[in-house]
């Protein structure tokens, strides 16, 4: 991954580990999404607005590589950066364990845009992103 | 608790067991929402149709008394019972380990109807359950 | 509530809301139990160290109030007080919206702790605790 | 996919939908996972005695991609076949609404196998589904 346009960092909370003792995989969907959410309202974009113009964004496609492991109380910094590709906007994330920088999960985010339920190209968001696009 | 008006039985999923090893403590309110849901739509009450007339339970109220903890591959029962109190629809319930009828959890779920975003006397819900009341 | 000894702010996640659009009942208890263990943290308390001590608390009762509920981006206080009554120790829990303050949902809880899988009077956590008891 | 080698009949909980009132991307995870659960159960692995052993599987990626979304009620087909690649096992996976047939979600989930905290070739799992491989 290219160098992070967004981090923000989590910790893990007791009731997303699992009978393993670790972090269960669908956590990190969790981890990701919210993610994305807090850098889209941090580039000023309403889902709530959004969605009250027909704007909805919906997964396509999540492509997630387990590597190291989190566990309970571990601290970690959840990263993305986001690129258009077609019709879709992609995000790239990272999470890193924060006391040694491992990487625990990178994962590439489909998104695709849906304006009153018919795929688009989601110029509503390429505007708010420009940016980092 | 009285002899239950409605039972469904289920199956711990690995993923609601946290660290310790046993089903963690919120999961039992899923259990307990996810037999609310399949009693009501047994006696004929459409969630969907309640809503679009204004109609919404909300939960105001949640007891539970944890006892013998369940873990991974336990089958259980979960059975409940229902009352009137005043403005309220009480559901008293059960989940009890299918192999050996260990009492698991005991709730007592207190259920406030609103219409039109008012709290109401919930008659929609009444006629519904009106056999079991 | 007597006033509070212990606060964490927290914010709502979209995955943590329901079809209804507000935060799932079981959520609660997930907040309150991540509030409780920070808490814990706090002062000391390591649950691997009291886990490999034989020590472990378990959740006996909960008792939660549902006031106004919580909905996407809100931005919550999570407090609690501490008591002993008899064998058990007693949480005393509030969730409030860090908007307006308004109660969302209060919570008491009651932990036993077991010794090697037998109830104690958990010591440990009381020597831990001994200044808010 | 190829004609599955094992289904499962599941149905979605109301809090395992989101605000959009669709079932959350995560909650797929969750879904398969069970589904492969069940599957290894059917031919006779046992986690507990394999962990006795020192037998471990862990996820190391999973590629999802979301076709039509479930909702609230519906009923889905989960099934599966598997196959060996190198060290790893590979489940291919898909959720089908059994109403329709309809591809709710496909994935691809890359399993390996640890033998005292080493990746192995994980031959205690080949030998218990060598029917399938």
Do not use: W
């Not at 160098?3 to 990190?28: H, L, T």
């Amino acid at each position: 991954m290219d160098k992070p346009i967004f981090s923000i960092e989590m910790k893990v909370r007791d009731y997303e580990c699992d009978a393993q003792g670790i972090v269960n995989n669908a956590n990190y969907l969790h981890y990701f999404e919210n993610t994305r959410h807090e850098f889209m309202t941090s580039v000023g974009i309403s889902f709530k607005e959004a969605h009250e113009k027909g704007i909805d964004p919906v997964l396509s496609r999540a492509d997630l590589h387990y590597k190291t492991p989190l566990t309970g109380d571990d601290v970690f910094i959840s990263s993305l950066t986001v690129e258009r590709k077609g019709a879709k906007i992609i995000f790239h994330q990272t999470i890193r364990r924060k006391s040694d920088n491992a990487l625990c999960c990178q994962g590439n985010i489909e998104v695709a845009v849906l304006e009153h339920g018919r795929l688009s190209r989601g110029d509503y968001f390429d505007t708010m992103m420009s940016n980092y696009l």
